[in-house]
């Protein structure tokens, strides 16, 4: 890519100007991709304000993370000691289903599919006849996760152990900072200031440059909003508008607080439901990350803080940093030269870690699509229709935590009693009957993320495929007990996770700050 100075103008056969707006996770991603990928005929100029800051939380990722570092070329273990980064093998949920309850939505296969029949099948006739153990028994990720350990690449067992996926927690400010270097390293050019004017042109409306407090012009053809939850280009000047979700996501307020690190790092998120909303517990190598994320309607902001606190594993580092969300997205992405990406195009509360890949969606899409000085209606809506699919998706996904549950208080109930989406209403209402699950289109979370929820938070199916409905009864108890065997002979044989760690990635002490 060319280093070239991107202010001014260029003119029609001029490199294209790509203006990034804002610098947190959303925009250094989006840089350092585009820093990686395009080459001569392109420039890159990212502006951020070290006055306004960055959203400062988003430290839990899913393992599509490790095709982003794959692509550019991003060594993992150098990526992990520069971001003081753990392991991540699930997700546990603690009192989604009822108080006291737990299970793990872990990455990778839940048991073996035996021919055309999906595995959650036998487990569920197996559950019904009392043979089956919890779903998460017959998970490699699940049992390795419980047990605080970490492997990666071939079983070390048996060919019939599967690989373990995993992903990663780690320190949102560093990682930016590390991007950043990446970036600048391959001709993205950084401009400091705060955005205090946004120039368009009267007749198409596109926006030709940002004005910096400073009164410096960055001029550009193609505008990435990564401005967080102001959404300074796409909702300010280009007037997208917002759909609100919070009629079935009402939590809209968080309180995060770094706590001091602890020795035994779990290779998990911890995600624990409380009275009126939910805990994350996010472990890293020189801090925790916590955070609360309640409904304002159902509680105070003091007694979230109060409870926050008295729920975390070792001292708080600070106080906590309240902010302020309505779930949703933009109604339109992409809108005339501009594309929001991150906090900017929607939110989606984080508890299934899905926000920094719903980033790296948006940036592939950008490659894809990459629209050069003429940009056309028609690519615009393809890129909005992917984009609105892949947000209702796991908008529904979300909402199923909350709305299968079997808790006391009225935040709950409401949950309870809530008017599903249709789309959501009617996978539940064919797991609970049926049994069946099945992937809609390319939406991110397959049969075994669903599967996984739906079960741990309780609901057995009535009634399983008619192969796993006419297997013995012995061979059942005989294929759930060999598969659960394996699966722990082999994780007896992985290293505890801080040891992992240690050994590959051990990142130098910070002090322990936040
Ligand atoms: C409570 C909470 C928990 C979360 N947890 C997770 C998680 O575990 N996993 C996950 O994947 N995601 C999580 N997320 C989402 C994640 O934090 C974001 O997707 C990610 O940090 C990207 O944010 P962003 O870059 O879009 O916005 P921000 O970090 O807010 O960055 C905005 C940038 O725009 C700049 N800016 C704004 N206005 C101006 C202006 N006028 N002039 C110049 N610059 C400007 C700012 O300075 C900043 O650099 C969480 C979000 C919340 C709210």
Redesign the pocket.
């Known amino acids: 890519m060319s280093s070239t100075e991107t202010s001014g103008s260029a003119g029609p056969s001029g490199p294209l100007r790509i203006v990034v707006?804002?610098?947190?996770?959303?925009?250094?991603?989006t840089a350092a991709a585009l820093g990686h990928f395009l080459d001569r005929g392109f420039t890159v100029t990212l502006?951020?304000?070290?006055?306004?800051?960055?959203?400062?939380?988003?430290?839990?990722?899913?393992p599509q993370i490790r095709m982003f570092n794959q692509a550019l070329g991003i060594d993992e273990d150098a990526f992990s000691r520069a971001t003081q980064a753990t392991f991540k093998l699930a997700i546990e949920f603690v009192g989604w289903g009822r108080p006291g309850e737990r299970y793990m939505h872990a990455f990778g296969d839940v048991g073996r599919d035996v021919g055309l029949c999906a595995f959650h099948h036998y487990w569920s006739r197996g559950r019904r006849l009392g043979l089956a153990g919890p779903h998460g028994d017959y998970a490699i990720n699940d049992i390795a996760a419980r047990a605080g350990r970490m492997h990666r690449g071939a079983p070390l067992t048996s060919r019939n152990v599967p690989e373990m996926p995993h992903a990663f927690?780690f320190d949102?400010g560093l990682y930016?900072a590390f991007l950043r270097q990446f970036a600048e390293a391959r001709g993205v050019v950084r401009r400091e200031?705060?955005?205090?004017e946004v120039r368009q042109d009267a007749q198409s409306g596109d926006i030709t440059a940002?004005v910096?407090?400073s009164g410096e012009e960055i001029a550009g053809d193609l505008f990435i909003d990564?401005?967080?939850?102001?959404g300074?280009l796409i909702g300010g000047a280009m007037g997208s508008g917002y759909v609100d979700w919070s009629h079935w996501l009402p939590c809209d307020r968080?309180l995060?607080v770094p706590s001091a690190r602890v020795e035994n790092f779990t290779p998990y998120?911890r995600a624990t439901a409380h009275d009126a909303g939910w805990q994350?517990r996010?472990p890293l190598q020189h801090r925790t990350?916590n955070?609360r994320?309640y409904c304002s309607a159902f509680t105070t902001d003091e007694a979230a803080a109060e409870s926050l606190l008295a729920h975390l594993d070792a001292p708080a580092l600070a106080d906590p940093r309240p902010?302020r969300?309505t779930t949703g997205r933009r109604a339109e992405a992409w809108r005339g030269n501009v594309i929001a990406?991150?906090?900017?195009?929607g939110?989606l509360?984080?508890l299934e870690?899905?926000?920094?890949?719903?980033?790296q969606t948006a940036i592939s899409r950008i490659l894809k699509l990459l629209p050069g000085k003429e940009q056309t209606q028609a690519a615009r809506d393809e890129y909005n229709r992917q984009f609105t699919f892949e947000m209702e998706r796991i908008r529904d996904f979300i909402v199923l935590h909350y709305h299968v549950n079997q808790r006391p208080e009225p935040f709950w109930q409401a949950m309870r009693d809530m008017a599903l989406p249709d789309t959501l209403k009617d996978r539940i209402e064919l797991f609970r009957t049926n049994g069946h699950i099945f992937r809609h289109g390319d939406e991110l979370f397959g049969e075994v993320g669903w599967f996984q929820v739906m079960a741990g938070q309780g609901i057995v199916p009535e009634r399983s495929h008619g192969l796993a409905e006419t297997i013995d009864e012995a061979d059942l108890k005989g294929y759930l007990e060999t598969l659960n065997g394996l699966y722990r002979r082999e994780v007896e044989r992985y290293p505890a996770h801080a040891d992992f760690i240690a050994r590959h990635c051990g990142a130098p002490a910070l002090g322990g700050a936040a």
């Open positions: 707006a804002g610098g947190g996770t959303a925009g250094w991603m502006v951020e304000s070290e006055e306004i800051g960055t959203v400062g939380v988003g430290e839990a990722t899913i927690h949102a930016a200031g705060k955005i205090g940002l910096l407090a990564c401005t967080g939850f102001r300074l968080a995060a998120t994350w996010i990350g955070g994320v902010i969300f990406v991150g906090l900017a195009s939110f509360e984080p870690s899905t926000s920094i890949h719903l980033i």
